[in-house]
């Protein structure tokens, strides 16, 4: 018996031994799979919390895209005189027409001001002119030394009680001198509607926008009310002080006490930021659920299965968590496109169907991304691949034709998706069509180039004509004239027939003169009924020749009379000049003309004369 009791023993010993080495194999390779699922988790968070941050940064930097395609537009028009405050009222309420017009294109825009190089408020919507802005920071960035003539101003409280931010543009007179400030103000709440329409993934998860003083400009979810002190996150701030434009990190924040696995990426070319914080704790509840699982496991089966179950549970919830933000991607407007590493388009979002006319299927996995974004443009696509393979943002402005032939204007940037071996793993598309901006430009600067009521060139691009044209002349010895014309008795017909009839009259003699000259010569008006041809390789002679023609085009017009009667007919006196060689700029070729102009009106009008 004891024997037997000593081979139970052995047996109850091995067994026990067996049942430890087991379940210390089991311990073992538990807590390996733990930490590897583990890292794996917070890897996940930190990519996860990247890729949110680039979209969100992106669509910031074209937000304030727009703002300053607007502003570059509006800049371009202004002259030293709009940023006096003294204007004529018909000239100050011509400006702030322009600027409403200028502010309908762009709906972020709240007020637009200007300031003059002296810190003084000349013109807002919103505040009283005269307001005295030395001590705001867009202001300081006007006056110092620094050749970035763009800034985006911290966080303030504007006149209307309202948390703001300005996008200021140094306004350049034509000596290349600071002659004002232009600046676009911007509610934050602008940017929380923005970032209210992009979802985040977990309840605790959290999306903020701040400026580089940590101060918040908008976040999700809301705080009301907006904290007045910066917020303050010791790793922003050594990212910032490093000059560096993306961090991930782990923070917890003084708000809610959370911890959170941070990516934080500056906004390119702003003064702003973005973040995104995954809520670790939440993101790590399938990771403990799973440990729980494995350590209350209690055969090789039973442990299997929990893996299986925690497995799969795990797979559901990052499904889960990939459809929710493919919601917010497939519902963005902008066109959107994730290719693999090899650059196979996989994925394209409904917005780019509509912007192109092609369909997802006839896209992903039939073509390359850069055959995509640069078929029609094949010089840029050794650009984008290099710029891609070093880690960088690839962006274009360019214009395409979709499926139908149409043509659009269009911005891209393409993003690279690294992993932490330097290894490229996806690449991020973005497609903004900015024909509505293009066209809106082209519209300024016909408005700013040419007469309204005539279609001729006004006074101002007249003039820069001129000083092209003499200098070509001066520089080649080419001669050049000048004629300057004038209604005879157009007061008299303005006084007879209305204002109406007037304006009627000058667009006839405008298509008149238009129609009489050669198509290289320059047709301006210079204000009311006087107007101005300038002639490029034109002697003195020819030229008299030539506005004798238009003299003689111009008295056989006729006009229906609106009161009734014989046809209404004008004429037109014409003075000539010539470049000489000491000429540096128009004005005297214009006095010698209007010296002549004089004299045709002297000796009883509907004459040409030269000086």
């Not at 110092?144 to 006149?159: C, M, N, Q």
């Not at 055959?371 to 070093?390: A, N, S, W, Y």
Request: neutral net charge.
């Amino acid at each position: 018996m004891p024997h037997v009791s000593h081979l139970a023993s052995h047996s109850r010993f091995k067994a026990l031994t067996y049942g430890a080495l087991i379940s210390l194999l089991l311990l073992l390779s538990g807590v390996a799979e733990l930490w590897s699922s583990y890292q794996t988790t917070v890897a996940q968070g930190h990519a996860q919390a990247r890729m949110e941050s680039l979209l969100f940064s992106e669509w910031m930097r074209q937000d304030f895209r727009e703002v300053e395609l607007l502003q570059n537009m509006v800049a371009e028009q202004l002259e030293e005189n709009d940023f006096q405050t003294s204007q004529p009222p018909a000239e100050r309420t011509a400006l702030e027409s322009r600027l409403v017009r200028a502010m309908r294109g762009v709906p972020q825009a709240y007020d637009m001001i200007l300031v003059d190089r002296n810190c003084q408020l000349v013109l807002s919507f919103k505040v009283s002119p005269g307001f005295d802005a030395r001590e705001r920071s867009y202001c300081k960035a006007m006056l110092s030394p620094s050749k970035e003539d763009r800034f985006v101003s911290e966080r303030f409280k504007g006149a209307s009680g309202d948390l703001v931010v300005m996008a200021t543009q140094r306004v350049r007179g034509i000596d290349g001198r600071v002659i004002g400030l232009l600046g676009t103000v911007i509610r934050t709440s602008h940017f929380q509607q923005l970032i209210d329409r992009t979802l985040v993934g977990g309840h605790h998860d959290v999306m903020a926008f701040a400026d580089t003083r940590m101060q918040l400009l908008a976040r999700q979810p809301m705080l009301s009310p907006m904290p007045v002190a910066p917020v303050n996150d010791p790793e922003a701030l050594s990212m910032l002080q490093r000059g560096d434009v993306e961090a991930s990190y782990e923070y917890t924040s003084a708000l809610d006490k959370r911890t959170r696995l941070h990516s934080m990426r500056k906004v390119e070319r702003l003064p702003l930021m973005v973040t995104v914080g995954i809520d670790k704790e939440t993101l790590l509840a399938p990771w403990r659920n799973k440990a729980w699982l494995m350590l209350g496991g209690w055969l090789i089966c039973t442990l299997l299965l929990a893996l299986g179950v925690r497995r799969f549970q795990r797979n559901t919830e990052l499904t889960d968590a990939l459809a929710t933000r493919s919601v917010a991607i497939d519902h963005a407007a902008e066109a959107i496109i994730i290719a693999n590493g090899k650059g196979h388009v996989e994925y394209v979002n409904p917005a780019f169907v509509e912007m192109t006319g092609y369909r997802s299927e006839e896209i992903c996995g039939q073509r390359k991304l850069d055959d995509v974004l640069l078929g029609e443009h094949p010089q840029f696509k050794p650009e984008l691949q290099t710029t891609i393979l070093g880690g960088e943002t690839w962006r274009g402005e360019l214009s395409s034709h979709n499926r139908s032939g149409q043509l659009y204007f269009e911005t891209i940037s393409v993003a690279p998706v690294m992993s932490a071996e330097g290894r490229l793993l996806r690449m991020v598309a973005i497609k903004h069509d900015v024909s509505d901006a293009k066209k809106l430009q082209a519209d300024l600067i016909r408005l700013a180039n040419t007469d309204e009521l005539t279609s001729l060139y006004n006074r101002r691009q007249f003039m820069q004509r001129c000083t092209e044209e003499i200098a070509r002349g001066q520089r080649w010895e080419r001669p050049l004239s000048l004629a300057m014309l004038d209604l005879d008795h157009f007061k008299l017909l303005n006084d007879r027939h209305g204002h109406a009839f007037g304006d009627e009259v000058l667009r006839t003699f405008a298509s008149c003169c238009q129609g009489s000259v050669r198509i290289e010569d320059v047709c301006g008006r210079l204000g009311g009924e006087e107007f101005a041809i300038l002639l490029p390789d034109t002697d003195r002679y020819t030229a008299t020749q030539i506005m004798e023609r238009v003299r003689q085009a111009v008295a056989a017009l006729q006009l229906d009379n609106p009161q009734g009667g014989e046809p209404v007919h004008f004429t037109v006196s014409i003075g000539i000049s010539e470049l000489y060689p000491g000429d540096a700029t128009a004005t005297p070729m214009m006095a010698r003309a209007d010296a002549a102009l004089y004299l045709a009106k002297q000796e009883g009008r509907n004459q040409v004369r030269a000086g």
